[in-house]
C-alpha cells in the first residue's frame, strides 16, 4: 500500500495520476463512484446534480463546465465511455458509463483516501502535541471553528 500512496518515479505517477493531481477537488471519484452505483449510464446533467449532494460538495452545485471537462479528460483516460442517447424526445443527451478501467481507477482511490486519511491523521496528531493539547475526538468544520 505505500507505493500506492508514494509513487517513487514519473510512470507511477502517470499510471496512477489521480493520485495527488486532483486531490483538492475530489472530482474524479466522485463522477467515479456516481456511475458505479448508477444501475443505467447518466448523462451530465445528472452527474452534476448527484454530485451536489455527494460528501465533496455537501449540497453545494459544482461548477457543470468543470463536470464536463472532467468527464471529457476521464473518456480520454478510457475511464467512461459514453454513447449519445437519440431515444427521446429533445435534444440528443451524451450518456457515460464506467469501464472497467474506471473500476481499476475508483479501486485505487479507495486505497489512496485511505492512505491520504491515515497521513492527515498522523499529521493532526502531531500538530495537537506541538500545541500541547489533546488530539480533538471530532474536528471542528466550516465556520464554527
Same mark, same amino acid.
Request: hydrophobic letters at 40%; charged letters at 25%; aromatic letters at 6%.
Given at each position: 500500500?505505500?507505493?500506492a500512496?508514494?509513487?517513487k518515479?514519473?510512470?507511477?505517477?502517470?499510471e496512477?495520476?489521480?493520485?495527488?493531481k486532483?486531490?483538492?477537488k475530489?472530482l474524479?471519484? *466522485?463522477i467515479?463512484?456516481?456511475?458505479?452505483a448508477?444501475?443505467?449510464?447518466?448523462h451530465?446533467?445528472?452527474?452534476s446534480q448527484?454530485?451536489?449532494?455527494?460528501?465533496m460538495?455537501?449540497?453545494?452545485?459544482?461548477?457543470?463546465?468543470?463536470i464536463?471537462?472532467q468527464?471529457?479528460s476521464?473518456?480520454k483516460?478510457?475511464l467512461v465511455?459514453s454513447?449519445?442517447d *437519440?431515444d427521446?424526445?429533445g435534444?440528443?443527451k451524451k450518456?457515460?458509463?464506467l469501464?472497467?478501467?474506471?473500476?481499476? *481507477?475508483?479501486?485505487?482511490?479507495l486505497?489512496?483516501?485511505?492512505?491520504?486519511?491515515l497521513?492527515?491523521?498522523e499529521l493532526r496528531g502531531?500538530i495537537?502535541t506541538?500545541?500541547?493539547?489533546?488530539?480533538?475526538e471530532?474536528p471542528?468544520?466550516?465556520?464554527?471553528?
Amino acid at each position: 500500500m505505500w507505493a500506492a500512496c508514494h509513487p517513487k518515479s514519473e510512470g507511477e505517477m502517470a499510471e496512477c495520476h489521480e493520485l495527488g493531481k486532483s486531490l483538492s477537488k475530489l472530482l474524479q471519484p *466522485t463522477i467515479l463512484y456516481l456511475l458505479a452505483a448508477a444501475d443505467e449510464p447518466l448523462h451530465g446533467y445528472v452527474i452534476s446534480q448527484q454530485a451536489a449532494d455527494s460528501p465533496m460538495f455537501g449540497g453545494a452545485k459544482p461548477d457543470p463546465t468543470g463536470i464536463y471537462r472532467q468527464l471529457a479528460s476521464m473518456e480520454k483516460e478510457g475511464l467512461v465511455a459514453s454513447h449519445w442517447d *437519440t431515444d427521446k424526445s429533445g435534444p440528443a443527451k451524451k450518456l457515460y458509463r464506467l469501464t472497467d478501467a474506471g473500476r481499476r *481507477t475508483l479501486r485505487r482511490w479507495l486505497d489512496s483516501l485511505g492512505c491520504y486519511a491515515l497521513t492527515i491523521g498522523e499529521l493532526r496528531g502531531a500538530i495537537a502535541t506541538s500545541l500541547g493539547i489533546d488530539l480533538p475526538e471530532a474536528p471542528v468544520c466550516g465556520d464554527a471553528a
